[in-house]
């Protein structure tokens, strides 16, 4: 039985963690990252399509703008920060450590989140960009009853469950174009309008489809069952339309909105199998163990796997609203986000971000932003620019949960280097 488990969790975990090698879509630009993710109003030329396809068409934008490379990696729980993982790691755990680390895991379970993204070779001309990431996310939840047992051992946890343990990866490489167009000018003003279309070429999908059961210690002995059912997939096409509306106002005010996903959908149809795996154990005592002959019949286990038939899945529809104010030196702007399903990465909860950028040289913006609600929680960022005439790098940092980077429970960096023409 410990080796057919040990093979499911190293299955799950690979499923889950695949994904996020291949990177996710999370927003992972620096420019945006180091302004709280309030960039739905100022995203511009190759940028913007990841945002709102309606910017392309704003007066303010570069006749030719290119993407050298970018790339940017997520990580967060909601249980331990980073001066608490380090503390305990290789530590002898008192009682009172342990106390501490159980009480930090939500009744619901541990959640790890994980994501990546990476980009090349974008690039806008006037009001169209045609751009290329790879993206992707993974979310994997452990029931709160197998980390206690492993903390306090089964004298003082008497029943184990696994029923919250469920989990959820993809990956995709996206290739899309985009337009915006101005419908309506006028002095200090004009109102764009814009779509992407995307198309998906799914690379990988993993998704815990079943997982139950679990141990009671009785008594006298033991007794138990548990059932896991994973479904994998490694290949299918897919499509995604984003709309998006733009305004400039009063010279230096922008809003924006934008629709992602508005229309999408995945096919995955490569090598799709389901992983099924099972144990189940007869009230055991003590005096099994020393029986000649029943040690074999205890527990019986098992496990299979079988291809599985195609099926679809639809990245999650999304609104976002965003006003910004351009000044000389100080550019500030504020983001509503609202997805309308969860996925790996995406909530149902509100978001609201908060992001400013200082230029006391052209050169060398600063900028800093802060975030609340989604699937994240609270986020302080911070990231700067080095422009060079066309030559820009960018750099961007954030920390969930707390500003100080020790007590932080994740962890979201990204960089990039691009060319932009006037």
Request: overall charge negative; glycine content about 12%; some cysteine.
């Amino acid at each position: 039985m410990i080796r057919l488990f040990e093979k499911s969790a190293f299955l799950v975990m690979s499923v889950l963690t695949w994904a996020t090698i291949c990177n996710a879509d999370m927003g992972l630009h620096p420019r945006a990252i180091g302004m709280g993710g309030a960039y739905t109003a100022l995203a511009r030329d190759f940028e913007a399509p990841n945002w709102n396809p309606a910017n392309l068409g704003l007066s303010d934008g570069r006749k030719f703008t290119l993407n050298i490379i970018g790339t940017g990696a997520a990580i967060k729980n909601n249980s331990l920060s980073i001066a608490e993982y380090n503390r305990y790691t290789g530590k002898l755990l008192n009682e009172n450590d342990k106390e501490i680390i159980i009480n930090s895991i939500p009744a619901s379970g541990m959640t790890v989140d994980l994501g990546a993204e990476a980009s090349a070779l974008n690039f806008s001309i006037g009001n169209f960009a045609l751009t290329q990431r790879a993206f992707g996310s993974s979310s994997l939840n452990v029931d709160r009853d197998p980390l206690r047992l492993m903390l306090l051992g089964n004298a003082v946890l008497r029943e184990v469950e696994v029923s919250d343990t469920r989990g959820e990866s993809y990956a995709f490489a996206d290739l899309a174009a985009s337009y915006g167009q101005a419908v309506k000018s006028w002095q200090g003003g004009e109102i764009c309008l814009g779509a992407s279309i995307h198309y998906l070429k799914g690379l990988a999908y993993g998704r815990v489809i079943e997982a139950t059961g679990g141990v009671s210690t009785t008594d006298t002995g033991f007794v138990g069952d548990g059932l896991l059912r994973v479904r994998t997939s490694f290949g299918g096409n897919g499509y995604a339309i984003d709309f998006g509306a733009a305004m400039r106002f009063q010279d230096d005010w922008y809003f924006s909105a934008a629709w992602k996903n508005l229309i999408a959908n995945a096919d995955w149809n490569v090598k799709n199998e389901e992983y099924l795996a099972w144990f189940a154990m007869r009230p055991i005592t003590l005096e099994d163990f020393f029986l000649e002959g029943q040690s074999d019949s205890l527990v019986t286990s098992g496990d299979t796997s079988y291809s599985a038939p195609g099926f679809s899945s639809r990245p999650s529809p999304s609104m976002a609203l965003g006003l910004a104010r351009k000044l000389r030196m100080i550019t500030w702007s504020v983001d509503w986000h609202q997805a309308f399903f969860t996925e790996p990465g995406v909530s149902v909860n509100p978001r609201v971000a908060f992001g400013m950028e200082f230029k006391p040289w052209l050169f060398l913006p600063v900028r800093s932003g802060i975030a609340f609600g989604g699937g994240q929680g609270a986020t302080y960022s911070a990231g700067l620019g080095f422009n060079q005439g066309t030559f820009h790098f960018d750099l961007g940092l954030a920390n969930s949960g707390s500003p100080l980077p020790a007590d932080s429970k994740g962890l979201r960096l990204a960089a990039a280097l691009g060319l932009y023409f006037q």
